[in-house]
C-alpha cells in the first residue's frame, strides 16, 4: 500500500554524521507513523525512532537518544533521520517503516523499505 525507499547510507568516521532519507509513494496518507529500525549481521531488527503525523510524539531508542533526530516533511512524503557523533555499534542496514499507529514493535509497521546500509569505522 505504501512504497518506502531509503537513500544516504554509506561509509562514515567514528563521530562523523549522515542524514537518511526515505520517500513514501501510493497511499500516503495511511503514514500515520513513519519509523526507522536496523538490523546488524546476526543480530534482531532493532528499533531506532519514529515519528507521528505532526511530529507531535518522536520516541527514540535509549541507544541513540542525544544523538539521532528523526524529522518528516508531509508535502514531500519523506522522512529524515539525521544521526550525529556516529559510533562503530551504529552499523546496520536502516530500514524506514510505516504504521497507523506510534509503535516501537516492528509487527506493527505494515510497509518496509529495503533498507540502505551504514557502516562506522573506528
Known amino acids: 500500500q505504501v512504497q518506502l525507499v531509503e537513500s544516504g547510507g554509506g561509509l562514515v568516521q567514528a563521530g562523523g554524521s549522515l542524514r537518511l532519507s526515505c520517500a513514501a509513494s501510493g497511499r500516503t496518507f495511511s503514514s500515520i507513523v513513519l519509523g526507522w529500525f536496523r538490523q546488524a549481521p546476526g543480530k534482531e531488527r532493532e528499533y531506532v525512532a519514529a515519528?507521528?503525523?505532526?511530529?507531535?510524539?518522536?520516541p527514540y531508542a535509549d541507544s541513540v537518544k542525544g544523538r539521532f533526530t528523526i524529522s518528516r516533511d508531509n508535502g514531500k512524503n519523506r522522512v529524515y533521520l539525521q544521526m550525529d557523533s556516529l559510533k562503530p555499534e551504529d552499523t546496520a542496514v536502516y530500514y524506514c517503516a510505516s504504521s497507523s499507529v506510534i509503535t516501537t514493535i516492528p509487527g506493527e509497521y505494515a510497509d518496509w523499505g529495503q533498507g540502505t546500509q551504514v557502516t562506522v569505522s573506528s
Open positions: 515519528i507521528t503525523w505532526t511530529g507531535g510524539r518522536t
